[in-house]
Protein backbone atom coordinates (compact mmCIF):
# COMPACT_ATOMS: atom_id res chain seq x y z
CA UNK A 1 0.00 0.00 0.00
CA UNK A 2 1.38 3.52 -1.01
CA UNK A 3 2.68 4.74 2.43
CA UNK A 4 0.62 8.19 3.53
CA UNK A 5 1.36 10.95 5.79
CA UNK A 6 -0.47 10.37 9.30
CA UNK A 7 -1.74 13.42 11.03
CA UNK A 8 -1.27 14.30 14.88
CA UNK A 9 2.03 13.15 14.99
CA UNK A 10 1.52 9.69 14.39
CA UNK A 11 4.12 6.94 12.46
CA UNK A 12 3.31 6.70 8.53
CA UNK A 13 0.65 4.68 7.81
CA UNK A 14 2.53 1.75 6.21
CA UNK A 15 -1.42 -1.32 7.17
CA UNK A 16 -4.90 0.12 8.11
CA UNK A 17 -7.06 -2.66 9.62
CA UNK A 18 -9.87 -2.08 7.46
CA UNK A 19 -12.35 -5.28 8.98
CA UNK A 20 -14.55 -2.20 10.60
CA UNK A 21 -15.69 -1.62 6.80
CA UNK A 22 -19.01 -3.86 5.55
CA UNK A 23 -18.40 -5.61 2.17
CA UNK A 24 -21.41 -3.63 0.49
CA UNK A 25 -20.88 -1.04 -1.46
CA UNK A 26 -19.40 2.04 1.56
CA UNK A 27 -21.87 4.84 -0.46
CA UNK A 28 -24.70 4.00 1.41
CA UNK A 29 -23.32 3.42 4.35
CA UNK A 30 -23.59 5.90 7.42
CA UNK A 31 -20.05 6.60 9.56
CA UNK A 32 -18.25 3.68 10.38
CA UNK A 33 -14.98 2.56 12.63
CA UNK A 34 -11.77 1.79 11.43
CA UNK A 35 -8.60 0.15 13.89
CA UNK A 36 -5.55 2.12 12.90
CA UNK A 37 -2.55 0.51 15.24
CA UNK A 38 -5.21 0.51 18.10
CA UNK A 39 -6.47 4.03 17.67
CA UNK A 40 -10.22 3.60 17.00
CA UNK A 41 -10.88 6.62 13.93
CA UNK A 42 -14.42 7.71 12.27
CA UNK A 43 -15.06 8.03 8.60
CA UNK A 44 -18.21 10.00 7.98
CA UNK A 45 -20.31 7.87 5.31
CA UNK A 46 -20.87 9.17 1.91
CA UNK A 47 -23.99 10.53 1.15
CA UNK A 48 -26.61 8.08 -0.29
CA UNK A 49 -26.63 8.27 -4.09
CA UNK A 50 -29.94 9.90 -5.12
CA UNK A 51 -32.70 7.47 -6.74
CA UNK A 52 -36.05 7.14 -8.23
CA UNK A 53 -37.11 10.04 -11.23
CA UNK A 54 -33.70 12.27 -9.97
CA UNK A 55 -31.09 9.25 -10.18
CA UNK A 56 -32.13 8.98 -14.02
CA UNK A 57 -32.38 12.76 -14.44
CA UNK A 58 -28.23 13.13 -12.99
CA UNK A 59 -27.14 11.12 -15.84
CA UNK A 60 -28.83 13.09 -18.49
CA UNK A 61 -26.10 15.24 -20.52
CA UNK A 62 -23.91 15.32 -23.44
CA UNK A 63 -27.05 13.10 -24.96
CA UNK A 64 -29.87 15.83 -24.01
CA UNK A 65 -27.51 18.96 -24.73
CA UNK A 66 -26.23 17.16 -28.47
CA UNK A 67 -29.93 16.88 -29.25
CA UNK A 68 -31.46 19.38 -28.03
CA UNK A 69 -29.03 22.04 -29.75
CA UNK A 70 -29.83 20.18 -33.27
CA UNK A 71 -33.29 22.13 -32.52
CA UNK A 72 -31.43 25.43 -33.35
CA UNK A 73 -32.43 28.11 -35.85
CA UNK A 74 -31.67 26.47 -39.27
CA UNK A 75 -33.77 23.35 -37.20
CA UNK A 76 -36.50 25.60 -36.52
CA UNK A 77 -36.56 27.21 -39.96
CA UNK A 78 -36.45 23.25 -41.58
CA UNK A 79 -39.13 22.20 -39.67
CA UNK A 80 -41.41 25.42 -39.96
CA UNK A 81 -40.73 25.26 -43.37
CA UNK A 82 -41.38 21.43 -44.04
CA UNK A 83 -44.80 21.96 -42.02
CA UNK A 84 -45.70 25.03 -43.72
CA UNK A 85 -45.04 23.44 -47.62
CA UNK A 86 -46.04 20.15 -48.00
CA UNK A 87 -48.57 19.64 -44.49
CA UNK A 88 -47.85 16.73 -42.58
CA UNK A 89 -46.39 14.66 -45.14
CA UNK A 90 -42.91 15.12 -44.12
CA UNK A 91 -43.56 13.76 -40.81
CA UNK A 92 -42.20 9.82 -41.77
CA UNK A 93 -38.83 11.18 -42.07
CA UNK A 94 -38.88 11.93 -38.95
CA UNK A 95 -40.17 8.79 -37.82
CA UNK A 96 -37.39 6.91 -39.41
CA UNK A 97 -34.65 9.37 -38.16
CA UNK A 98 -35.36 9.53 -34.52
CA UNK A 99 -34.53 6.28 -34.69
CA UNK A 100 -31.21 6.48 -36.66
CA UNK A 101 -30.45 9.54 -34.22
CA UNK A 102 -30.57 7.72 -31.68
CA UNK A 103 -28.41 4.98 -32.75
CA UNK A 104 -25.81 7.33 -34.00
CA UNK A 105 -25.59 8.87 -30.92
CA UNK A 106 -25.26 6.19 -28.95
CA UNK A 107 -22.42 4.68 -30.91
CA UNK A 108 -20.29 8.10 -30.43
CA UNK A 109 -21.37 7.95 -26.79
CA UNK A 110 -19.78 4.08 -26.96
CA UNK A 111 -16.65 5.44 -29.29
CA UNK A 112 -16.12 8.22 -26.07
CA UNK A 113 -16.29 5.64 -23.13
CA UNK A 114 -14.48 2.81 -24.75
CA UNK A 115 -11.28 4.87 -25.83
CA UNK A 116 -11.39 7.85 -24.01
CA UNK A 117 -10.51 9.32 -27.16
CA UNK A 118 -12.74 12.06 -29.40
CA UNK A 119 -13.94 11.29 -33.21
CA UNK A 120 -10.96 12.90 -34.80
CA UNK A 121 -8.29 11.28 -32.52
CA UNK A 122 -9.46 8.01 -33.69
CA UNK A 123 -9.83 8.84 -37.26
CA UNK A 124 -6.57 10.14 -37.15
CA UNK A 125 -4.42 6.98 -35.19
CA UNK A 126 -6.62 4.58 -37.34
CA UNK A 127 -6.76 5.99 -40.63
CA UNK A 128 -4.03 8.34 -40.59
CA UNK A 129 -3.47 12.14 -40.90
CA UNK A 130 -5.00 12.38 -44.47
CA UNK A 131 -8.68 10.97 -43.62
CA UNK A 132 -7.93 13.09 -40.21
CA UNK A 133 -7.82 16.35 -42.15
CA UNK A 134 -10.42 15.20 -44.50
CA UNK A 135 -12.90 14.84 -41.76
CA UNK A 136 -11.70 17.99 -40.26
CA UNK A 137 -12.38 19.71 -43.42
CA UNK A 138 -15.85 18.18 -43.72
CA UNK A 139 -16.71 19.64 -39.90
CA UNK A 140 -15.20 22.43 -40.55
CA UNK A 141 -17.48 23.77 -43.54
CA UNK A 142 -20.57 22.16 -42.13
CA UNK A 143 -19.76 24.11 -38.55
CA UNK A 144 -19.10 27.45 -39.99
CA UNK A 145 -22.16 27.47 -42.11
CA UNK A 146 -24.04 26.49 -39.18
CA UNK A 147 -22.23 29.20 -36.76
CA UNK A 148 -23.32 32.15 -38.63
CA UNK A 149 -26.71 30.50 -38.77
CA UNK A 150 -26.84 30.65 -34.92
CA UNK A 151 -26.26 34.16 -34.74
CA UNK A 152 -28.11 34.84 -37.37
CA UNK A 153 -30.96 33.72 -35.35
CA UNK A 154 -29.99 35.61 -32.63
CA UNK A 155 -30.69 38.57 -34.51
CA UNK A 156 -33.56 37.31 -35.86
CA UNK A 157 -34.80 36.88 -32.14
CA UNK A 158 -34.15 40.19 -30.87
CA UNK A 159 -35.99 42.18 -33.88
CA UNK A 160 -38.88 39.76 -33.18
CA UNK A 161 -38.62 41.02 -29.38
CA UNK A 162 -37.78 44.58 -30.45
CA UNK A 163 -34.15 44.84 -29.67
CA UNK A 164 -31.38 45.88 -31.58
CA UNK A 165 -29.59 43.07 -33.18
CA UNK A 166 -26.26 45.18 -33.58
CA UNK A 167 -26.40 45.34 -29.71
CA UNK A 168 -27.96 42.09 -29.13
CA UNK A 169 -25.68 39.79 -31.55
CA UNK A 170 -22.05 41.32 -30.33
CA UNK A 171 -23.89 40.54 -26.41
CA UNK A 172 -24.18 37.81 -26.68
CA UNK A 173 -21.31 36.79 -28.23
CA UNK A 174 -19.24 37.93 -25.10
CA UNK A 175 -21.64 35.64 -23.07
CA UNK A 176 -20.81 32.84 -24.96
CA UNK A 177 -17.57 33.17 -24.81
CA UNK A 178 -17.24 34.34 -21.00
CA UNK A 179 -19.57 31.21 -20.34
CA UNK A 180 -16.85 28.99 -21.91
CA UNK A 181 -13.52 30.24 -20.74
CA UNK A 182 -14.44 31.42 -17.41
CA UNK A 183 -17.13 27.75 -16.10
CA UNK A 184 -16.14 24.78 -15.48
CA UNK A 185 -17.34 21.88 -17.70
CA UNK A 186 -20.36 20.46 -15.14
CA UNK A 187 -21.47 24.26 -14.74
CA UNK A 188 -21.57 24.61 -18.61
CA UNK A 189 -23.55 21.55 -18.86
CA UNK A 190 -26.22 22.14 -16.29
CA UNK A 191 -26.66 25.88 -18.30
CA UNK A 192 -26.94 23.97 -21.24
CA UNK A 193 -29.80 22.11 -19.58
CA UNK A 194 -31.49 24.48 -18.59
CA UNK A 195 -31.83 26.00 -21.84
CA UNK A 196 -33.41 22.77 -23.31
CA UNK A 197 -36.49 24.35 -21.68
CA UNK A 198 -37.56 26.44 -23.89
CA UNK A 199 -38.65 24.06 -26.72
CA UNK A 200 -42.07 23.04 -24.32
CA UNK A 201 -43.83 25.58 -25.88
CA UNK A 202 -44.00 23.69 -29.03
CA UNK A 203 -45.98 20.39 -27.98
CA UNK A 204 -48.97 22.80 -26.04
CA UNK A 205 -48.73 24.85 -29.46
CA UNK A 206 -49.33 21.48 -31.22
CA UNK A 207 -52.23 20.69 -29.46
CA UNK A 208 -54.17 23.78 -29.10
CA UNK A 209 -54.12 24.35 -32.99
CA UNK A 210 -56.32 21.32 -33.45
CA UNK A 211 -54.24 19.30 -36.15
CA UNK A 212 -56.33 16.53 -37.95
CA UNK A 213 -54.63 13.58 -35.74
CA UNK A 214 -55.75 11.28 -38.11
CA UNK A 215 -53.56 13.35 -40.83
CA UNK A 216 -50.84 13.36 -38.52
CA UNK A 217 -51.51 9.41 -37.83
CA UNK A 218 -51.01 9.19 -41.57
CA UNK A 219 -47.67 11.45 -42.47
CA UNK A 220 -46.09 9.62 -39.59
CA UNK A 221 -46.88 6.12 -40.60
CA UNK A 222 -47.13 6.08 -44.16
CA UNK A 223 -44.29 7.61 -46.30
CA UNK A 224 -45.15 9.61 -49.26
CA UNK A 225 -42.32 10.46 -52.13
CA UNK A 226 -42.42 13.56 -54.56
CA UNK A 227 -40.08 14.28 -57.38
CA UNK A 228 -40.18 17.70 -56.47
CA UNK A 229 -37.12 19.05 -56.03
CA UNK A 230 -38.44 21.25 -53.65
CA UNK A 231 -39.81 18.17 -51.07
CA UNK A 232 -36.07 16.53 -51.80
CA UNK A 233 -34.41 19.48 -50.88
CA UNK A 234 -36.29 19.83 -47.53
CA UNK A 235 -36.54 16.27 -47.21
CA UNK A 236 -32.36 16.34 -47.06
CA UNK A 237 -32.36 18.93 -44.82
CA UNK A 238 -34.33 17.26 -42.50
CA UNK A 239 -31.82 14.68 -42.20
CA UNK A 240 -29.13 17.12 -42.03
CA UNK A 241 -30.39 19.22 -39.52
CA UNK A 242 -31.78 16.23 -37.29
CA UNK A 243 -27.98 14.55 -37.23
CA UNK A 244 -26.09 17.15 -37.94
CA UNK A 245 -22.28 16.41 -38.19
CA UNK A 246 -21.32 18.64 -35.25
CA UNK A 247 -23.89 16.22 -32.78
CA UNK A 248 -21.68 13.60 -33.98
CA UNK A 249 -18.59 15.01 -32.58
CA UNK A 250 -19.78 16.92 -29.71
CA UNK A 251 -21.55 13.56 -28.55
CA UNK A 252 -18.24 11.86 -28.40
CA UNK A 253 -15.90 14.57 -26.81
CA UNK A 254 -18.18 15.38 -24.44
CA UNK A 255 -18.92 11.71 -23.12
CA UNK A 256 -14.75 11.93 -23.18
CA UNK A 257 -14.76 14.75 -20.75
CA UNK A 258 -17.32 13.59 -18.27
CA UNK A 259 -14.83 11.08 -17.58
CA UNK A 260 -16.93 8.22 -18.65
CA UNK A 261 -15.09 4.53 -17.93
CA UNK A 262 -15.74 1.65 -20.32
CA UNK A 263 -16.49 -0.17 -17.35
CA UNK A 264 -19.25 1.90 -16.19
CA UNK A 265 -20.46 2.55 -19.66
CA UNK A 266 -24.51 2.17 -19.67
CA UNK A 267 -26.10 5.28 -18.50
CA UNK A 268 -24.93 6.74 -21.21
CA UNK A 269 -26.80 4.60 -24.20
CA UNK A 270 -30.22 6.15 -22.01
CA UNK A 271 -29.18 9.32 -22.11
CA UNK A 272 -28.66 9.67 -25.92
CA UNK A 273 -31.72 7.85 -26.65
CA UNK A 274 -33.35 9.98 -24.43
CA UNK A 275 -32.18 13.19 -26.07
CA UNK A 276 -33.01 11.96 -29.51
CA UNK A 277 -36.89 10.98 -28.67
CA UNK A 278 -36.60 14.54 -26.73
CA UNK A 279 -35.59 16.60 -29.42
CA UNK A 280 -36.97 14.86 -32.23
CA UNK A 281 -40.66 15.22 -30.37
CA UNK A 282 -40.26 18.59 -30.64
CA UNK A 283 -38.81 19.11 -33.89
CA UNK A 284 -42.23 17.09 -34.91
CA UNK A 285 -44.37 19.43 -33.38
CA UNK A 286 -43.13 22.25 -34.79
CA UNK A 287 -43.82 20.47 -38.35
CA UNK A 288 -47.58 19.75 -36.99
CA UNK A 289 -48.21 23.63 -35.43
CA UNK A 290 -47.07 25.58 -38.87
CA UNK A 291 -48.92 22.37 -41.04
CA UNK A 292 -52.02 23.02 -38.83
CA UNK A 293 -51.59 26.80 -39.26
CA UNK A 294 -49.36 28.20 -41.98
CA UNK A 295 -50.23 25.05 -44.54
CA UNK A 296 -54.06 25.45 -44.00
CA UNK A 297 -54.10 29.22 -44.55
CA UNK A 298 -51.80 28.76 -47.76
CA UNK A 299 -48.92 30.45 -46.11
CA UNK A 300 -46.84 27.65 -47.98
CA UNK A 301 -43.60 29.91 -47.75
CA UNK A 302 -41.84 31.09 -44.57
CA UNK A 303 -39.55 34.16 -45.67
CA UNK A 304 -39.29 35.94 -42.28
CA UNK A 305 -38.81 34.93 -38.93
CA UNK A 306 -41.91 36.75 -38.18
CA UNK A 307 -43.96 34.44 -40.27
CA UNK A 308 -42.27 31.33 -38.81
CA UNK A 309 -43.96 33.23 -35.36
CA UNK A 310 -47.24 33.14 -36.96
CA UNK A 311 -47.52 29.32 -35.81
CA UNK A 312 -47.62 29.84 -32.49
CA UNK A 313 -50.75 31.68 -32.45
CA UNK A 314 -53.35 29.15 -31.74
CA UNK A 315 -50.96 29.13 -28.19
CA UNK A 316 -49.71 32.31 -27.23
CA UNK A 317 -52.08 34.89 -29.47
CA UNK A 318 -50.94 38.57 -29.95
CA UNK A 319 -47.70 36.87 -27.90
CA UNK A 320 -46.51 34.33 -30.24
CA UNK A 321 -44.42 36.87 -31.51
CA UNK A 322 -42.69 37.30 -28.27
CA UNK A 323 -42.86 33.28 -27.47
CA UNK A 324 -41.20 32.31 -30.60
CA UNK A 325 -38.20 35.33 -30.36
CA UNK A 326 -37.45 33.89 -26.43
CA UNK A 327 -37.67 30.35 -28.30
CA UNK A 328 -35.36 30.91 -31.13
CA UNK A 329 -32.83 33.30 -28.99
CA UNK A 330 -32.68 30.16 -26.23
CA UNK A 331 -32.03 27.44 -29.47
CA UNK A 332 -29.66 29.69 -31.26
CA UNK A 333 -27.53 30.78 -27.43
CA UNK A 334 -27.04 26.65 -26.96
CA UNK A 335 -26.17 25.95 -30.76
CA UNK A 336 -24.40 28.96 -30.66
CA UNK A 337 -21.95 28.06 -27.55
CA UNK A 338 -21.92 24.40 -28.65
CA UNK A 339 -20.62 24.86 -32.52
CA UNK A 340 -17.57 26.71 -31.70
CA UNK A 341 -16.72 24.20 -28.57
CA UNK A 342 -17.30 20.97 -31.10
CA UNK A 343 -14.76 22.80 -33.75
CA UNK A 344 -12.24 24.07 -31.38
CA UNK A 345 -12.50 20.11 -30.39
CA UNK A 346 -12.18 18.74 -33.87
CA UNK A 347 -9.06 20.56 -34.80
CA UNK A 348 -7.34 20.00 -31.37
CA UNK A 349 -7.85 16.19 -31.97
CA UNK A 350 -6.50 15.90 -35.03
CA UNK A 351 -3.46 17.88 -33.95
CA UNK A 352 -3.10 15.94 -30.73
CA UNK A 353 -3.42 20.00 -28.67
CA UNK A 354 -4.93 19.88 -25.74
CA UNK A 355 -8.75 20.52 -25.41
CA UNK A 356 -11.31 20.75 -23.14
CA UNK A 357 -13.57 23.46 -20.91
CA UNK A 358 -11.77 22.81 -17.66
CA UNK A 359 -8.76 23.88 -18.76
CA UNK A 360 -7.86 27.84 -19.59
CA UNK A 361 -5.75 29.42 -21.94
CA UNK A 362 -2.33 29.15 -20.38
CA UNK A 363 -2.64 24.92 -21.05
CA UNK A 364 -5.06 24.89 -24.12
CA UNK A 365 -4.15 28.12 -25.96
CA UNK A 366 -5.10 26.64 -29.71
CA UNK A 367 -8.30 25.11 -27.99
CA UNK A 368 -10.10 28.30 -26.62
CA UNK A 369 -8.21 30.28 -29.75
CA UNK A 370 -10.74 28.27 -32.20
CA UNK A 371 -13.19 28.98 -29.80
CA UNK A 372 -12.87 32.60 -29.71
CA UNK A 373 -12.14 32.85 -33.28
CA UNK A 374 -15.70 30.61 -34.25
CA UNK A 375 -17.23 32.86 -32.07
CA UNK A 376 -16.18 35.69 -33.79
CA UNK A 377 -16.47 34.36 -37.54
CA UNK A 378 -20.25 33.85 -36.64
CA UNK A 379 -21.21 37.02 -34.99
CA UNK A 380 -19.16 39.10 -37.81
CA UNK A 381 -21.49 37.66 -40.64
CA UNK A 382 -24.71 37.33 -38.90
CA UNK A 383 -24.27 41.15 -39.33
CA UNK A 384 -23.79 41.72 -42.60
CA UNK A 385 -27.17 43.93 -43.55
CA UNK A 386 -30.16 42.42 -45.90
CA UNK A 387 -28.58 38.60 -45.87
CA UNK A 388 -31.81 35.78 -46.62
CA UNK A 389 -32.42 34.29 -42.92
CA UNK A 390 -34.72 31.49 -43.72
CA UNK A 391 -33.10 30.82 -47.11
CA UNK A 392 -29.35 30.65 -45.37
CA UNK A 393 -31.07 28.51 -42.12
CA UNK A 394 -32.63 26.04 -44.40
CA UNK A 395 -30.14 25.70 -46.79
CA UNK A 396 -26.83 25.52 -44.57
CA UNK A 397 -29.14 21.97 -43.23
CA UNK A 398 -29.29 20.51 -46.49
CA UNK A 399 -25.29 21.12 -46.82
CA UNK A 400 -25.22 19.31 -43.35
CA UNK A 401 -27.07 16.44 -44.89
CA UNK A 402 -24.71 16.08 -47.98
CA UNK A 403 -21.58 16.25 -45.81
CA UNK A 404 -23.35 13.55 -43.14
CA UNK A 405 -22.56 10.21 -45.09
CA UNK A 406 -18.91 10.78 -44.61
CA UNK A 407 -18.78 11.01 -41.20
CA UNK A 408 -21.41 8.53 -40.94
CA UNK A 409 -18.71 5.55 -42.63
CA UNK A 410 -15.88 6.97 -40.20
CA UNK A 411 -18.35 5.87 -37.22
CA UNK A 412 -19.25 2.59 -38.35
CA UNK A 413 -15.86 1.56 -39.59
CA UNK A 414 -14.38 2.41 -36.11
CA UNK A 415 -17.41 1.19 -33.98
CA UNK A 416 -16.75 -2.41 -35.73
CA UNK A 417 -13.05 -2.47 -34.93
CA UNK A 418 -13.10 -5.16 -32.02
CA UNK A 419 -9.36 -3.89 -31.24
CA UNK A 420 -10.69 -0.40 -30.27
CA UNK A 421 -13.91 -1.63 -28.64
CA UNK A 422 -13.37 -5.17 -27.65
CA UNK A 423 -16.86 -5.92 -26.29
CA UNK A 424 -18.55 -2.47 -26.65
CA UNK A 425 -18.33 -3.31 -30.31
CA UNK A 426 -21.20 -2.95 -32.46
CA UNK A 427 -24.03 -5.48 -32.26
CA UNK A 428 -25.56 -6.83 -35.28
CA UNK A 429 -29.06 -4.69 -34.86
CA UNK A 430 -26.72 -1.70 -34.50
CA UNK A 431 -24.96 -2.68 -37.50
CA UNK A 432 -28.34 -2.90 -39.09
CA UNK A 433 -29.71 0.56 -38.25
CA UNK A 434 -26.31 1.99 -38.69
CA UNK A 435 -25.88 1.27 -41.80
CA UNK A 436 -29.20 1.21 -43.15
CA UNK A 437 -29.21 5.12 -41.90
CA UNK A 438 -25.70 5.29 -44.10
CA UNK A 439 -27.79 3.69 -47.11
CA UNK A 440 -31.00 5.93 -46.64
CA UNK A 441 -28.99 9.65 -46.55
CA UNK A 442 -26.76 8.77 -49.17
CA UNK A 443 -29.57 7.82 -51.54
CA UNK A 444 -31.30 10.55 -50.70
CA UNK A 445 -28.61 12.71 -50.90
CA UNK A 446 -27.69 11.23 -54.65
CA UNK A 447 -31.57 11.33 -55.83
CA UNK A 448 -31.27 15.71 -54.67
CA UNK A 449 -28.59 16.00 -56.26
CA UNK A 450 -29.11 14.57 -59.31
CA UNK A 451 -32.62 16.29 -59.75
CA UNK A 452 -30.76 19.61 -58.95
CA UNK A 453 -28.20 18.74 -62.14
CA UNK A 454 -30.60 17.54 -64.56
CA UNK A 455 -32.46 20.84 -63.61
CA UNK A 456 -29.42 22.88 -64.76
CA UNK A 457 -28.83 21.05 -67.66
CA UNK A 458 -32.20 21.83 -68.98
Same mark, same amino acid.
Given at each position: ?11 ? !? ?12 ? @? ?13 V ?13 R ?10 ? &? ?11 ? &? ?6 G ?11 ? @? ?32 L ?29 L??L ?7 I ?8 ? &? ?10 M????F ?7 L?R??? @??V???A !? ?17 ? $??T ?10 ? &? ?12 P ?27 Y ?5 ? +?????D ?20 L? $?? @? ?11 A ?8 M ?16 ? *?????? *? ?15 L ?11 P ?22 ? !? ?8 F??I??A ?5 G??? +?????
Amino acid at each position: MKQTNAPDGLEP !LKDLDLSGLPSRPR @SIYPAVRLNIRGRSVSLRGLRRPPGGLLRWLVILGPGLIT &SAAGNDAGGIATY &SSAGARFGYDLIWVMTLITV @SLAVVQEMCARLGAATGRGLLDLIRERFGIGWALLAMGVLFVANGGVIVTEFMGIGAAAELLGLPKLLVVPLAAIILWYLIIFG &SYGWVEKVFLVMTLVFFAYPVAAVLARPDW @SEVARGA !LVPTLQLDQEYLFLLVGLL $GTTISPFMLFFQQS &STVERGVARRHYGPERLDAHTGAIFSNLIAVTMIIVTAATLYQAGQTH +IETAADAALALEPFAGAAATTLFGVGLL $GA @SLLAGAVLPLTTAYAVSEVFGMPKGVNLDFRRAPIFFGL *FTGMIL *FGTGLALVPDLPVIQWLVAVQVLNGVLLPILLLFILRLINDRRLMGPLKNSR !LYNILGWGTFALITVAVVVMLGGQV +ISFLR
